[in-house]
Antibody, heavy 128, light 106 residues
Framework: EEQLVQSGAEVKKSGESLRISCEGS??????????VSWVRQMPGKGLEWIGH????????RYSPSFEGHVTISVDKSLNTVYLQWGSLQASDNGIYYC???????????????????WGQGTLVTVSS | DVQMTQFPSSLSASLGDRVTISCRAS??????LAWYQQRPGKVPTLLIY???RLQQGVSSRFSGAGSVTEFTLTISSLQPEDAATYYC?????????FGGGTKVEI
């Protein structure tokens, strides 16, 4: 069974750095044929798309709301995607999910489908 | 960027009721529209993609419809396990955008 397994909960202070991970496991090429997105859910709030990465060639695209504050990266040898902060803020509190986007080549590039597989979430708590 | 607005933000209905949730886009973007269900304390799961295609394993009580900028998710006969928050999402073209969510209470 294919899964996205995320790293455990983190408790940090404002200004500290942090990297959380999302590992693809199971049968099949979890990462070769997919993009991987990160989604934030602040306490009691809705879902916000942060950005995504194409693990096969490390292309990254960010939401304007998060660009410059987070970095998405990948280690193909470990089948693992990362989300990192150089300096956490209290507003970074929340649950962070990774999610898989199936990707299909087209004449004009790629078509990315809806998020068909999600990680279990990583709770990030930032204290001031 | 395309904004996705869901309404209502919450609703209360009875078992067996037919429930419809709406999602409006600020501009046209094609048919890359998905619906997700998030039960309390759980991970979101994909219900519908491409406006009306049911994800494998999802109950046929769920259906999606719409076009241009107006989309709907309908639950034909509300069941206890349908108590959740539902999100629409525009995908494929970045930025990928979620609606604000609709909480369904039973």
């Amino acid at each position: 069974e294919e899964q996205l397994v995320q790293s455990g909960a983190e408790v940090k202070k404002s200004g500290e750095s942090l990297r959380i991970s999302c590992e693809g496991s199971g049968d099949g090429d979890t990462f070769e044929l997919f993009w991987v997105s990160w989604v934030r859910q602040m306490p009691g709030k809705g879902l916000e798309w942060i950005g995504h990465i194409k693990p096969s060639d490390s292309q990254v695209r960010y939401s304007p709301s998060f660009e410059g504050h987070v970095t998405i990266s990948v280690d193909k040898s470990l089948n693992t995607v990362y989300l990192q902060w150089g300096s956490l803020q209290a507003s970074d509190n929340g649950i962070y999910y990774c999610a898989r986007e199936p990707s299909y080549p087209t004449l004009n590039g790629y078509f990315n489908d809806a998020f068909d597989l999600w990680g279990q979430g990583t709770l990030v708590t930032v204290s001031s | 960027d395309v904004q996705m607005t869901q309404f209502p933000s919450s609703l209360s209905a009875s078992l067996g009721d037919r429930v419809t949730i709406s999602c409006r886009a600020s501009e046209m973007f094609g048919d890359s529209l998905a619906w997700y269900q998030q039960r309390p304390g759980k991970v979101p799961t994909l219900l519908i993609y491409a406006v009306s295609r049911l994800q494998q394993g999802v109950s046929s009580r769920f259906s999606g419809a719409g076009s241009v900028t107006e989309f709907t998710l309908t639950i034909s006969s509300l069941q206890p396990e349908d108590a959740a928050t539902y999100y629409c999402q525009k995908y494929n073209i970045v930025p990928l955008t979620f609606g604000g969510g609709t909480k369904v209470e039973i």
